[in-house]
């Protein structure tokens, strides 16, 4: 019988909350070509010596904020949701995780990892190269270069499957009924357009109805799977439609980044007359810095300074038996689409 392995992989994080771990974190982080798409020549001096010097600390301080006793959030939370997938599947595979950044990290995890066939997910409900790409390539480069005969197979997103989108909103009407929101936001990562447009120039952001269907036509817009899931979501959760809005988060930089910016739905919203906000993040499957600091902290403050009486955050799916349970019966599900 076939050895079948799973490898779960996630962003990364810093080693400590410490400047000099966080500088290390981004300059790996950033000078992948995915991240940054500038010429090497061009993206080693922006991020060694103006982006890495000028966050580093600031960054460092934003982790503190976060850091559990249990180390970062999202590393913590992937081990513990990896443990668990792995009771959950039993025997049908070997289960382990990776970080695309910092460790484990993708080659550490491959490495003596004798499979017949391995079985990929980056843990990204919606694609984007910067994320679900990055992290598959570099899966398949460290087989290249061992000559590996394992047979890979990805699963490339999963933004709409069932059981992402029954658990997300399970999460959601639970913080409903406990926190009586008038308005929820739905924020997602946000990414710079022209990661969009690069894939299809013909198609991306040509008019405003661009990302209301998932077609073969841009399969793999990030923003027209974060709008799919907020459809889904919103045909699931016993709520206003029209009190759902949607939102992009963490832009960075000059360059225009995908639409509408959270925090300037937020300060819509606050000027609205919307006092109690409900916020959750369904491009991420683990708390993080994102949504713990950005969003439960820095979003927040900007909400009740701008008018708003309360804004809460929804708790990621992290490690949750029920979201164990679903994943797991997503995995074995024999319709689910693995790329080859």
């Not at 010429?39 to 301080?61: E, G, N």
């Not at 360059?255 to 606050?270: F, G, H, Q, S």
């Not at 969003?295 to 804004?311: C, K, N, P, T």
Request: proline letters at 6%; a neutral charge; one cysteine or more.
């Amino acid at each position: 019988m076939a050895s079948k392995g799973l490898l779960l992989i996630n962003l990364g994080s810093p080693s400590a909350p410490e400047r000099g771990a966080v500088a290390r974190y981004l300059n790996e982080f950033l000078m992948d070509p995915f991240v940054i798409d500038l010429p090497s020549y061009l993206r080693w001096p922006l991020v060694r010596l103006i982006i890495t010097p000028f966050r580093s600390q600031k960054s460092a301080d934003a982790y503190r904020k976060v850091w559990i006793e249990q180390g970062s959030p999202l590393v913590h939370f992937t081990r513990l949701f990896s443990e668990g997938v792995k009771r959950q599947l039993g025997h049908q595979f070997d289960v382990r995780w990776a970080m695309r950044y910092g460790k484990p990290s993708i080659p550490e995890v491959l490495r003596n990892w004798n499979v017949d066939e391995l079985f990929v997910v980056p843990l990204y409900p919606q694609y984007a190269e910067s994320s679900t790409r990055t992290a598959v390539e570099e899966v398949r480069k460290f087989m290249k270069s061992t000559r590996s005969s394992t047979r890979v197979h990805v699963l490339e997103d999963f933004y709409v499957e069932s059981e992402f989108i029954s658990e997300q909103a399970n999460c959601i009407s639970e913080r409903i009924e406990a926190f009586k929101p008038d308005h929820i936001l739905l924020s997602f990562h946000g990414l710079p357009e022209h990661h969009l447009t690069k894939l299809y120039p013909q198609h991306c952001l040509r008019d405003s109805e661009c990302c209301a269907t998932v077609t073969e036509s841009n399969r793999y817009c990030y923003r027209a799977q974060a709008m799919a899931t907020a459809r889904a979501l919103r045909g699931k959760i016993q709520f206003s439609p029209e009190k759902i809005s949607l939102g992009f988060q963490s832009r960075l930089g000059r360059r225009p980044w995908i639409k509408p910016y959270t925090d300037i739905v937020i300060a819509e919203l606050a000027a609205s007359g919307a006092k109690r906000v409900l916020v959750s993040c369904p491009s991420f499957v683990a708390d993080c810095l994102e949504t713990l600091e950005e969003i439960q902290m820095r979003l927040r403050e900007q909400f009740i300074e701008a008018g708003g009486e309360e804004l809460e955050l929804v708790p990621a799916l992290n490690a949750s038996e029920r979201w164990i349970v679903q994943f797991s019966q997503m995995i074995e599900r024999s319709d689910l689409k693995w790329k080859v």
